[in-house]
T-cell receptor, first 116, second 111 residues
């Protein structure tokens, strides 16, 4: 079983709809949770970053973490065709310090298509 | 800020040939990662450098793969000899004690 599970999609939604993405994980040591967006033939770019449980909002994007359920979500409101991309969740037990680091575990990525 | 720079962007080679991928991290970043992305396996960490020193190379598939970081502004990933199953997109990422910033990737096709 993979440490991080993510449905690969594709997820197709009409413009203006809410996009709901999620990942589940098995390692209870994970504390830092990230969402990356990857456009076709580009590198992943950091979209949202959350520490521990709770919600974080940035414009049209909301990230939620439920550590008790080992479940994280990303919501995109008022979706636009420019949001069409693959969204990867990532998580780690710790960020880098001078003498230790936590390896990032990535989900498989969910392909999102927003149709005009 | 130019971001992470990778070269070449595309590489097509024949099985058995040596392939060298290059990366210039963001200036001031002290950590560098090499990742490989395929449809089947997703994004996999190959090796991680901190202050030019390899810290974790447990993801390097086999002895055919090697990576070096001779200085803070340059790293290479070499595959010798290359095989068709090495076909993938290879990403270099760098960070400054935080979250990786990815380069545009090198798309490798081994025939």
């Amino acid at each position: 079983q993979k440490e991080v599970e993510q449905d690969p999609g594709p997820l197709s939604v009409p413009e203006g709809a809410i996009v709901s993405l999620n990942c589940t994980y098995s390692n209870s040591a994970f504390q830092y949770f990230m969402w990356y967006r990857q456009y076709s033939r580009k590198g992943p770019e950091l979209l949202m970053y959350t520490y521990s449980s709770g919600n974080k909002e940035d414009g049209r994007f909301t990230a939620q973490v439920d550590k008790s359920s080992k479940y994280i979500s990303l919501f995109i409101r008022d979706s636009q065709p420019s949001d069409s991309a693959t969204y990867l969740c990532a998580m780690t037990s710790q960020l880098m310090t001078t003498d230790s680091w936590g390896k990032f575990q990535f989900g498989a990525g969910t392909q999102v298509v927003v149709t005009p | 800020d130019a971001g992470v720079i990778q070269s070449p962007r595309h590489e097509v080679t024949e099985m058995g040939q040596e392939v060298t991928l290059r990366c210039k991290p963001i200036s001031g970043h002290n950590s560098l990662f090499w990742y490989r992305q395929t449809m089947m396996r997703g994004l996999e960490l190959l090796i991680y450098f901190n202050n030019n020193v390899p810290i974790d190379d447990s993801g390097m598939p086999e002895d055919r793969f090697s990576a070096k970081m001779p200085n803070a502004s340059f790293s290479t990933l070499k595959i010798q000899p290359s095989e068709p199953r090495d076909s993938a997109v290879y990403f270099c990422a760098s960070s400054s004690w935080g979250l990786p910033v990815f380069g545009p990737g090198t798309r490798l096709l081994v025939l």
